[in-house]
């Protein structure tokens, strides 16, 4: 079992940046593909960004490519999102995830930890 806690939220102007974390308990991290998923009030929690146990491989959506940057330490159990050029309607609480096995990157179900999330707020 995998144990996930966000850190790194916070509020910022359009434009700015922000770096989010996500610490990992157990022996197990390198083996899990990794995601960030954020959910805006009102709306469905949806895909950010992935990356695979080896860190070879990483995946985005089309509205974050260029600007976010994911990437994990194994050694230190540790996820990251590097957040630039943040625009407001990147506002969310953003959560890390883990699975298990290698089913898809991009769907919240195939998902079986969850960190409780952190939140970013983007002002214009």
């Known amino acids: 079992q995998v144990q996930l806690v966000e850190s790194g939220g916070g509020l910022v102007q359009a434009g700015g940046s922000l770096r989010l974390s996500c610490a990992a308990s157990?022996?197990?991290?390198?083996?899990?593909?990794m995601g960030w998923f954020r959910q805006a009030p009102g709306k469905e929690r949806e895909f950010v960004a992935a990356i695979r146990w080896s860190g070879s491989s990483t995946y985005y959506t089309d509205s974050v490519k260029g600007r976010f940057t994911i990437s994990r330490d194994n050694a230190k159990n540790t996820l990251y999102l590097q957040m630039n050029s943040l625009k407001p309607e990147d506002t969310a609480v953003y959560h890390c995830?883990?699975?298990?096995?290698?089913?898809?990157?991009?769907?919240?179900?195939?998902?079986?930890?969850w960190g409780q999330g952190t939140q970013v707020t983007v002002s214009s």
């Open positions: 157990g022996h197990t991290f390198s083996s899990y593909d």
């Open positions: 995830a883990a699975q298990r096995l290698a089913g898809s990157i991009y769907s919240r179900n195939e998902y079986d930890y």
